[in-house]
């Protein structure tokens, strides 16, 4: 990541997935929705192609921001270069989870992407992708926090726990932190989005498996002021 002025790298995510956000957009009849999603998969990968993103024709002048588990798996290199085109004092929320359950929400994430059921995946691949970069990185905490908070000035850590039991008190929070009015849609606060519908339990292979390599993990965690929702984890 990060070589010849390109911030983001190489992408892998479904073809389809872009498909339906322009179909989606042409459906809503949202023409400034396609026309951002048009820019977007063009894929230029520059500073300018980034910052025109959040072009005020696209915005309307309301605050935008970007929001990817894939930030987590930059390395120091990847962190100093998104300082340097965004500033150091730009907002930046990080959600943590216990890394048990993230690591699964991740893998059903990607059984959806793949159009595949965890009955179409044997036991033994399962645990080989839970172990993978893609999915590994984004929860090593002990790693990320400190890696972002000595390029950012304003980085600050949220619990997703937090989340599912107070959404309210969450998104005060966010109010807060972004300098923004608290008022916010309460028929759409607690409104489940990309969720497992299906419900699909994680196989006690895969959840020993897990157990096993964040054990070390979660209890480092245990020490950081910023996550002290770890303690839950731990027991």
């Known amino acids: 990541v990060c070589i010849n002025d390109q911030l983001l790298g190489k992408w892998n995510f479904p073809a389809k997935y872009g498909f339906n956000r322009y179909s989606d957009a042409i459906k809503r009849m949202e023409f400034k929705s396609l026309r951002w999603v048009r820019r977007y998969y063009e894929l230029g990968m520059t500073r300018e192609w980034y910052l025109g993103l959040f072009a005020n024709k696209y915005t309307s002048g309301k ?3 970007d929001s990817t588990p894939g930030y987590s798996t930059l390395e120091e290199r990847g ?7 965004l500033g150091k004092e730009v907002p930046i929320l990080f959600i943590v989870r216990n890394p048990i359950h993230r690591s699964w929400s991740a893998m059903k994430m990607i059984m959806r992407y793949r159009s595949q059921s965890a009955d179409d995946i044997s036991a033994e691949e399962l645990t080989d992708l839970l172990e993978s970069p893609t999915i590994r990185l984004c929860s090593e905490y002990t790693r990320i926090i400190p890696l972002w908070k000595k390029y950012f000035n304003n980085f600050h850590v949220l619990s997703y726990d937090e989340l599912c039991e107070s959404p309210r008190s969450f998104l005060s929070k966010i109010s807060q932190i972004l300098n923004l009015s608290d008022n916010w849609n309460e028929q759409l606060i607690g409104k489940r989005v990309w969720s497992d519908k299906a419900n699909i339990q994680m196989p006690p292979l895969v959840l020993k498996a897990l157990i096993k390599q964040y054990a070390s993990e979660i209890d480092a965690l245990r020490s950081f002021d910023e996550c002290d929702c770890a303690e839950a984890w731990y027991k």
């Open 79 to 85: 962190v100093k270069y998104a300082s340097e085109i």
């Open 63 to 65: 605050l935008s921001g």
